[in-house]
């Protein structure tokens, strides 16, 4: 594992997020395209690998954690406008959910 040095963690924007709608992506067999509120005026597309691991209704509600400076990318002809925070571990992936009441748009530090 490389080491970073605090300025480079400091580039990173982390925010609080909050899914809004989820749906199978039309071009792609293990992915989601989701809506998610980070505390903008319009909410971000993100493409996510989370299909095999999560029904879409289990995603609405859910609170996350976003990389929301991400150069967005194009994914099977969507582009993402950020990558959700997950953890995982041979063929598990988890969500890094929040329970608590924290606001959406909050920047993680």
């Known amino acids: 594992m490389e080491n970073i040095s605090f300025e480079d963690w400091m580039k990173l924007d982390l925010r609080v997020g909050k899914i809004l709608e989820a749906e199978l992506h039309p071009d792609a067999d293990k992915l989601y395209v989701i809506k998610v509120d980070i505390g903008e005026e319009t909410p971000r597309t993100i493409v996510s690998g989370l299909r095999d691991h999560y029904e879409l209704e289990a995603l609405i509600g859910k609170k996350i954690i976003v990389f929301a400076n991400l ?3 194009k994914l099977r002809g969507i582009e993402s406008e950020g990558m959700l925070l997950a953890a995982g571990k041979d063929d598990k992936c988890v969500l890094l ?3 608590s009441d ?3 748009g909050s920047k993680v530090t």
């Open 97 to 99: 959910d929040l329970e």
């Open 71 to 73: 150069k967005p990318a």
């Open 102 to 104: 924290i606001e959406v």
